[in-house]
């Protein structure tokens, strides 16, 4: 059998950064005005141009997207509400989850008075693909579900922030994030079945501990622990106590 590999989608650069135009033409009063961010809708624009297809009434809720392959949602916040969601979506039509990840980012403040912006700033904060566990952990019991494909855009963006003065607080820097302007569509990861996902295993690594996973792909503490239980979830992995730990084992490619 020959060894699984990474499936990508063929990136339109022009059909994105043509999306992005559309979205911020939509802002009527400059960046982050709109309810909707600006990375959010130019998603929309990206995988669906066709506006009548964007937000469609369905068996309770609205779809980003509902056209002829099914369902698309794009989810660039917390996963923590859209459960319920995505069970009555999956029941009925093939759902396509995007949760794009900001590969890299430039900040850029404003002042809110006068409008003026700092030159560009590169952020030493580099995202994976790894990052998406962190919310895909509330949604684990769907991963399994033969009708969800999973796919996990790269991006590199420009990350606006307000200036304000600093409350007393230790951890207050006195600035808000602000809106997210997506500059690159750099790649894009697709999950299909549990093969996809073992493929973020390190090669050889089998038999491991949380804090082994952790250790292998220089991962945060806590993070290895939602990826781990995720991959369990989809099939991917299964696992055994031993002592006071557990030892999660690869299920097969």
Known sequence: MSPAVWYYLTVDSEAFLKAVERAK??????????????????????????ETKHEAPLSGFFADILNADGVTEIQTGSFFHIDRKLGVFLEEYPVTLVCPVIRRRRIIYLDPETGEMTAPRLSPK???????????????????????????????????????????????KG???????????????????????????????????????????????????????????SGALTREKR?????YYRTGE
């Open 243 to 247: 002592g006071s730990s557990f030892v």
């Open 25 to 50: 033409a939509r802002e009527s009063g400059g960046i982050g005005t709109l309810a909707e961010k600006t990375l959010h809708s130019a998603l929309k624009y990206y995988y669906e141009p066709d």
């Open 126 to 172: 580099k995202g994976r693909t790894e990052d998406v566990f962190r919310e895909l952990v509330h949604i684990r019991k769907r991963l399994a579900d033969k009708n969800l494909l999973f796919v996990v855009p790269l991006i590199d963006a420009d990350e606006y922030r307000v200036k304000r003065e600093p409350k007393r607080r230790f951890h207050d």
């Open 175 to 233: 600035y808000d994030k602000y809106e997210l302007v997506p500059t690159e569509l750099y790649e894009e990861r697709v999950f299909a079945e549990k093969a996809d996902w073992l493929l973020l295993l390190p090669e050889g690594l089998d038999g491991f501990t949380v804090k082994e996973l952790e250790s292998a792909l220089g991962l945060p503490k806590g993070q290895g622990g939602a990826m781990a239980r995720s991959l369990l979830s």
